[in-house]
Structure formats: structure tokens, C-alpha cells
């Protein structure tokens, strides 16, 4: 980038989105750190992918102030009150030629936050949208660019059922190309994803019209061919250190110090060889979903969340990501009524089962929690 800047001619950059890591608060701490980073580089535009909500529209929206993160879309709305969450369009002006950068998503693609309990998006039309924007924005830029994250399946419909898009930069799809490609008068560019590449387009803009009359496209793979920048490794070497520092504390606020190595979970299987019916009844209760849920959140690696939603994960020989700890998925009998292989027979376990439920269900995770009314969901 450095030398690009340097050779004094006028930069566009742009991004078609999914800047953001996967759902896991680990991944949101790294996506703190590339943000930043993004930020630095300067650019121009950034269209939004579904993944840029992983972590809620409030976290994106820091992001963007804290950084300067040039976010838009046209189509993704609040469900609440019907607003568009990010600026409709961006005018970005470049040797005397205005351009309009607009981004809009395929609403195929699932929007999926960590902090959702329900849909807190709608997505309209791309091609409604943009049919109705493009005539607008075409009043205040000479030249629109679409950072459309539709993919390559979606991207050349939209095209051809839309008139006036100059410029197309493909998001969401797996694929470079390679070589300039005009598709009715617009002029595409597509480099893949995860900051793999980055794809130059060197372009001679009409003057007074902003059309594109002539294209010239590379694609660089950003390997190890490619040699670092001394002042950003640096960076990103302090942010490896401090990356194992968080995960370290994240798992030494929830360490293994309970229980006994003498002793042993045996998983539910053990339990239903005796106890068939408290088996059936647990296998119809949220408990053996428990593992699942924060599975779909992208939260199976949280300490905080494993906490509960595993069997022993504090306790010796408990849960853990290798076999035979592995097999301790989800709020088994033994989360419970404790080591089975120290199985009471003298009533108690019944007591300290009930003991337990409010480990979990506190006031933090489990506000409602009244046990007559938890007990009837798991009763056995």
C-alpha cells in the first residue's frame, strides 16, 4: 500500500465487508485489534457482510467511531423501527470526479449476533433498492460504485436488472478475477476473502462523466512473497502476546480445582443402564441442548459458557475438548448430582442436586429463575 500511495496518483480503496471475525468472544477481541488496524490503512468504503453484525449492531457502530471505519449499506434495516443502521451512501471525491459508494447484502445471508434473542434486522431488495437509489445518487456522483455483498451468483443479475452502476466489487464470494471484465457497462473487480489477497484496478475515468473508458486488473496473494512492514509487525507481534494474556485470564477466572482426581464422570450413559425413565425425561429437556446453544452462538469456547453449559468443566477429570472429557457435552446427570463414580445411595444426591441448579441459574444468566416452576421442564 505504501507503494501505491507513493506513486502520487489519486486512491480509491474500498472493501465489499465481512471485515469481522466468527461468533467467539476471542474473535471479537481480534476484530477489536483489526479494526484498528483497518482503520490506519484509510479507506474509502466499506460495504457491510452479515458477518460485520456478529457481535450486534452497538459493537459495529464502535468500531466505526473509534477507528473511522467508512461503513454503508442501503438495505439492512432496524426490525424495531424500520431505519437503515448505516449511512444509505458515501460521496467520496477524487481528482475533481465525485464518486457514490453504495453496498447493499443479499438477504439470503443470515444475520446472526451473539447478542440477539431474535431478529433485530430485516433486509430489503437489492435489486428494488438499488433500481430506486442508483436515479438518486446518480444527481450528486458522476460515478457509482456498488460494494455489493452478493456474491458472484447475485452480483451479475443485479447488474444486468440495474442501469447506471459504473463499478462493481464483488463481496462474499470465493473467487479472484483475474483480468478486467466489463458486464454492461460496469466494469467488475473481485478479490476473495479473509485478507488473502488484495486486487489493484489501474482505471481511466472520463473526465466531466466519470465513466470507465479503460481498465487495467491485478490480483496479489498477500504471502509470504510479500515482505512486512517493520512498524505493523511489530504491531501485530504486541497483539499475539496480548491475545494469549486474555485468553489465559479468561480461562484461569474459571480454573479446575474442584472435585477429586480420584474421582470420575461417567456420562449420561452410565446413568440410564439403571435410571431408564429420569434418562427419557432428560433427554426431552433443554439440559441436553445446553452445549448446542452456545455452539450456534459461537461461544463453545468460553470459559464463562462452558461453565454451565458442560458437565464438570471445573471439576477434575471434567469436561474438556479431548476424549474422554469430550463426551461431557451439555448438563449431563452428573452436572447435577455429581461424580458418578462415587454414586450415593443414601438420598443425598437428591439434595445436592437441588443445591446445584442456582450455581447456574443466577441472577447474571437466569433472572426468572424460580425452582417449582425450572423443576417441571426436568422433573424425574
Known amino acids: 500500500m505504501d507503494g501505491v500511495w507513493n506513486e502520487n496518483v489519486p486512491v480509491l480503496m474500498v472493501d465489499a465487508g465481512d471485515l469481522f471475525g466468527r461468533r467467539s468472544k476471542d474473535e471479537k477481541h481480534q476484530t477489536e485489534f483489526l479494526c484498528q488496524m483497518t482503520g490506519d490503512l484509510g ?3 466499506i460495504g457491510l457482510g452479515e458477518r460485520d453484525l456478529n457481535y450486534g449492531l452497538p459493537f459495529l457502530r464502535e468500531m466505526i467511531e473509534q477507528n473511522g471505519l467508512p461503513f454503508t449499506n442501503a438495505n439492512v434495516r432496524d426490525a424495531k423501527t424500520g431505519e437503515l443502521i448505516l449511512p444509505e451512501y458515501l460521496i467520496v471525491e477524487r481528482n475533481g470526479i465525485k464518486y457514490g459508494l453504495v453496498s447493499v447484502l443479499d438477504p439470503a445471508l443470515k444475520i446472526i449476533t451473539m447478542t440477539a434473542t431474535e431478529a433485530e434486522f430485516t433486509v430489503d431488495d437489492p435489486v428494488a433498492v438499488m433500481r430506486e437509489l442508483v436515479p438518486r445518487l446518480r444527481e450528486k ?16 443479475p443485479l447488474i444486468r436488472e440495474v442501469k447506471g452502476i459504473d463499478i462493481s466489487v464483488t463481496g462474499h464470494t470465493f473467487r479472484n478475477l483475474q483480468t478486467e471484465r466489463v458486464l454492461d457497462d460496469t466494469a467488475m473487480f473481485t478479490a476473495t476473502h479473509e485478507g488473502r489477497y488484495i486486487g489493484r484496478a489501474n482505471l481511466f475515468i472520463e473526465e466531466g462523466t466519470g465513466r470507465v473508458m479503460a481498465i487495467d486488473v491485478g490480483i496479489t496473494s498477500l504471502d509470504d512473497k510479500v515482505s512486512s512492514d517493520a512498524e505493523m509487525q511489530a504491531k501485530v507481534d504486541q497483539y499475539k502476546k496480548e491475545l494469549v494474556e486474555y485468553k489465559e485470564a479468561k480461562r484461569a477466572a474459571y480454573p479446575r480445582n474442584l472435585g477429586s482426581d480420584k474421582e470420575q464422570f461417567l456420562s449420561e450413559r452410565a446413568c440410564m443402564s439403571c435410571h431408564e425413565d429420569a434418562w427419557k425425561s432428560y433427554v426431552g429437556s433443554p439440559h441436553r441442548t445446553a452445549f448446542a446453544a452456545i455452539r450456534n452462538k459461537g461461544q463453545s469456547s468460553e470459559p464463562e459458557c462452558l461453565s454451565c453449559h458442560t458437565t464438570g468443566y471445573m471439576y477434575k477429570n471434567g469436561y474438556s475438548t479431548e476424549a474422554p472429557g469430550s463426551k461431557l457435552i451439555n448438563v449431563q446427570c452428573e ?9 450415593a445411595r443414601d438420598g443425598k444426591w437428591v439434595a445436592q442436586a437441588k443445591d446445584s441448579c442456582v450455581v447456574c441459574h443466577d441472577q447474571k444468566n437466569s433472572p426468572e429463575f424460580d425452582y417449582a416452576t425450572y423443576w417441571e421442564k426436568i422433573k424425574h
Not at 141 to 156: K, P, Q, R, S
Not at 336 to 343: K, L, V
Request: net charge negative; charged share 20%; proline share 0%.
Open 335 to 343: 452436572a447435577c448430582h455429581g461424580y458418578g463414580s462415587e454414586h
Open 43 to 45: 479507506y474509502d468504503g
Open 141 to 156: 456522483a458522476d460515478c457509482i460504485v456498488l460494494l455489493g455483498h452478493l456474491g458472484e451468483n447475485n452480483t451479475e
